[in-house]
Nanobody, 123 residues
Framework: QVQLVESGGGLAQAGGSLRLSCVAS????????MGWFRQAPGKEREFVAF????????SYADSVKGRFTISRDNAKNTVYLQMNSLKPEDTAVYYC????????????????WGQGTQVTVSS
């Protein structure tokens, strides 16, 4: 069992930055790959970024590539999402999730989820 708690969301202006954090507790987080997803009102949950167990492999959705950076600190059981050059279309609830397998973008492929943190970007 893994518990995940996201933080760092809030209100930002277009072009601004936010950094999300996700702290894992329970089973050692370094045994899991981790991902960030987001869900806007009326839309399906979508993949944002992925990082493997060691942090050596990352992957991004095309919509955030070059603007967002995922990283992790296994000593702190924490994964981060640095979001730069924010756009109004980035507005959503952001979720972190873990899986025991390798790279995946489908939400159903992830085993545990956090409760989400709201990100709102104003124009």
């Amino acid at each position: 069992q893994v518990q995940l708690v996201e933080s760092g969301g809030g209100l930002a202006q277009a072009g601004g930055s936010l950094r999300l954090s996700c702290v894992a507790s329970g089973r050692t987080s370094s045994t899991y790959a981790m991902g960030w997803f987001r869900q806007a009102p009326g839309k399906e949950r979508e993949f944002v970024a992925f990082i493997n167990r060691s942090g050596g492999i990352t992957s991004y959705a095309d919509s955030v590539k070059g603007r967002f950076t995922i990283s992790r600190d296994n000593a702190k059981n924490t994964v981060y999402l640095q979001m730069n050059s924010l756009k109004p279309e980035d507005t959503a609830v952001y979720y972190c999730a873990v899986r025991s397998g390798s790279w995946a973008t489908r939400p159903a492929s992830y085993d545990y989820w956090g409760q989400g943190t709201q990100v709102t970007v104003s124009s």
